[in-house]
């Protein structure tokens, strides 16, 4: 059974960083892909980024070239480094892993029903 642990969120200032981490624990060579998703409150849960077991990484537009996702194999962690954190950054956000080949495709790799284990989440508040 695969376990994740989010850790990072808090509260930052518009144009601040934070750091999230995601820890992996239990059957790890079953998880082929981790990825960060968000809900903002009266949202869906939409998709962040996503490192899968092959190294490629993924982002979802409203990110690109802000946010950084990467992973400590020996550590079983996954890091998504925010930079220029925007207001409607404000969000509970959860990592999640993929749990079976074949890996998803790029349409759907940041969609949440690729997933089947999920974190309990970390509230990251973007907020002068």
């Known amino acids: 059974q695969v376990t994740l642990v989010e850790s990072g969120g808090g509260s930052v200032e518009p144009g601040g960083s934070l750091r999230l981490s995601c820890k992996v624990s239990?059957?790890?060579?079953?998880?082929?892909?981790i990825g960060w998703f968000r809900q903002a409150p009266g949202k869906e849960r939409e998709g962040v980024s996503a490192?899968?077991?092959?190294?490629?990484?993924y982002y979802a537009d409203f990110v690109k070239g802000r946010f950084t996702i990467s992973r400590d194999i020996a550590e079983n962690t996954v890091s998504l480094q925010m930079n220029g954190l925007k207001a409607d950054a404000t969000a509970f956000y959860s990592c999640?892993?993929?749990?079976?080949?074949?890996?998803?495709?790029?349409?759907?790799?940041?969609?949440?029903?690729?997933?089947?284990?999920w974190g309990q989440g970390t509230q990251v508040i973007v907020a002068s």
């Open positions: 999640a892993a993929v749990l079976s080949r074949p890996l998803p495709p790029i349409v759907t790799v940041l969609n949440p029903a690729e997933y089947a284990a």
């Open positions: 239990g059957f790890t060579r079953e998880h082929y892909g």
């Open positions: 490192i899968m077991i092959d190294g490629f990484t």
